[in-house]
């Protein structure tokens, strides 16, 4: 298996010209691709429609030349990395890899830092033999009421994902 495979590759432009049947479809034959016997239930489809939900209305913020430039940076939906592990979302600049991690859950834990801490640790390693970008995580807490916490590792609630990809990326990210 090619350590790039992914579920679903898109820019963000492609991400929000999509409706939600689509992206869903897009996400279950990504998964058939990536496994003999796909093993997603119930649970990992809501897990998508609250990531495509809280993607769409997040890039739906930005306006005019913001956006164009938003547009065109590319995501990857599931990237497969070492040990069979799965960020939900890896978006991808010319100077900066942000991995999203969302959790349908109001309250921190411990073990969500510690998995994306792993997530951008692999990426680290990935972007040292290539382009050489940082690498920076953002749990969202996506029935967490408004918040967003600013460190090593960004936590925010999913109406706070546009101020934390503002902060890491700025308004104008160059596309990779």
């Known amino acids: 298996m090619?350590?790039?495979?992914c579920y679903l590759s898109a820019t963000i432009g492609e991400l929000l010209d999509m409706d939600r049947?689509?992206?869903?479809?897009?996400?279950?034959?990504?998964?058939?691709r990536q496994q003999q016997h796909p093993t997603s239930g119930t649970s990992q489809f809501k897990s998508w429609r609250d990531c495509f939900k809280?993607?769409?209305?997040?890039?739906?913020?930005?306006?005019?030349?913001?956006?164009?430039?938003?547009?065109?940076?590319?995501?990857?939906f599931e990237r497969?990395?070492?040990?069979?592990?799965?960020?939900?979302?890896?978006?991808?600049?010319k100077r900066l890899v942000v991995?999203?991690?969302f959790k349908r859950m109001s309250n921190e834990f411990e073990g969500f830092l510690k998995q994306i801490r792993s997530y951008v640790k692999s990426l680290r390693a990935s972007e040292a033999e290539g382009m050489k970008r940082k690498v920076k995580g953002?749990?969202?807490?996506?029935?967490m009421e408004s918040a967003h916490d600013i460190g090593r590792i960004q936590k925010c609630s999913a109406d706070k994902l546009h101020?934390?990809?503002?902060?890491?990326?700025?308004?104008?990210?160059?596309?990779?």
């Open 2 to 5: 090619n350590k790039n495979e």
């Open 21 to 32: 049947g689509s992206f869903m479809r897009a996400m279950r034959a990504g998964e058939a």
């Open 54 to 76: 809280v993607l769409k209305n997040t890039f739906g913020k930005f306006k005019g030349p913001e956006l164009a430039r938003w547009r065109e940076l590319k995501m990857e």
């Open 80 to 93: 497969i990395l070492p040990y069979g592990r799965r960020p939900d979302v890896i978006i991808y600049s």
């Open 99 to 101: 991995v999203l991690e």
């Open 138 to 143: 953002v749990i969202i807490y996506t029935e």
């Open 163 to 176: 101020e934390a990809l503002l902060h890491l990326l700025g308004g104008f990210p160059e596309k990779a």
